[in-house]
């Protein structure tokens, strides 16, 4: 069966550090890949999506970005984090066209 | 951006109770899917409709993907306590574009 690992669960990061959020899939392949920003308890706005190895798509502009080094393997990045980058990071998968997306369990980022 | 409105935002109802949560919108969607998240977790989706007019029934829960494909409503009966937590719709337009979410509807059930 398919799983989908997201790490870490919680982060604490000072305004102007890096971030480095890591998320695999197992048991599938060449899987579409998401990344999205939840505010406080509301909805799920998209930052990042990726239909195959190198190709990322962003929504959003902003000092976030992501890679896709391997098939299963989807990365969420920043040189400078500012305040405003807290929040409810959830990574997901689908298998394309109509299928629902799976996600992980999130990361909960906090800067400080 | 075609934009999904749920409603309401949020309700708080008694155990038992029955209770329905719209999705809206003003385009048309291949598909519709429903979702539930509990805090500090990721959505688990319930159920997808395809077919204009699709009810779907789960347990307590039943789904209807309206005619025009442009809005959905999730109704369950006789609410309990576990039913707590954000419910999400979200749309699809064609292919591998990204799902559209709603904002959510926050439901608490109170035993």
């Known amino acids: 069966s398919q799983t989908i690992h997201q790490w870490p669960a919680t982060l604490v990061q000072p305004v102007g550090s890096p971030l480095s959020l890591e998320c695999t899939v197992e048991?599938?392949?060449?899987?579409?890949l998401y990344w999205y920003r939840q505010a406080a308890g509301r909805g799920l706005q998209l930052l990042f999506y990726?239909?195959?190895?190198?190709?990322i798509s962003s929504e959003v502009p902003q000092n976030l970005s992501a890679s896709r080094p391997q098939d299963r393997q989807f990365i969420l990045s920043s040189k400078k984090l500012l305040l405003s980058d807290s929040g409810f990071y959830l990574c997901?998968?689908?298998?394309?066209?109509?299928?629902?997306?799976?996600f992980g369990d999130g990361t909960r980022l906090s800067i400080l | 951006t075609q934009l999904l409105e749920q409603s309401p935002q949020f309700l708080s109802i008694q155990e038992g109770e029955n209770l329905t949560v719209y999705c809206n919108s003003s385009?048309?969607?291949?598909?519709l899917q429903w979702y539930r998240q509990e805090p500090g977790e990721g959505p688990v989706l319930l159920v997808t409709?395809?077919?204009?007019?699709e009810v779907k029934k789960l347990k307590r829960l039943t789904f209807q993907f309206g005619d025009a494909r442009k809005d959905s409503s999730l109704h369950i009966t006789a609410a309990q306590p576990g039913d707590t937590g954000l419910y999400l719709c979200?749309?699809?337009?064609?292919?591998?574009?990204?799902?559209?979410f709603g904002k959510g509807t926050r439901l608490s059930v109170i035993a």
């Open positions: 997901a998968w689908s298998g394309g066209g109509f299928q629902p997306q799976h």
């Open positions: 990726s239909v195959g190895i190198g190709q």
């Open positions: 409709v395809v077919t204009g007019g």
């Open positions: 048991g599938t392949s060449n899987p579409n």
């Open positions: 385009s048309v969607f291949s598909s």
């Open positions: 979200a749309g699809v337009h064609s292919g591998n574009t990204p799902l559209v």
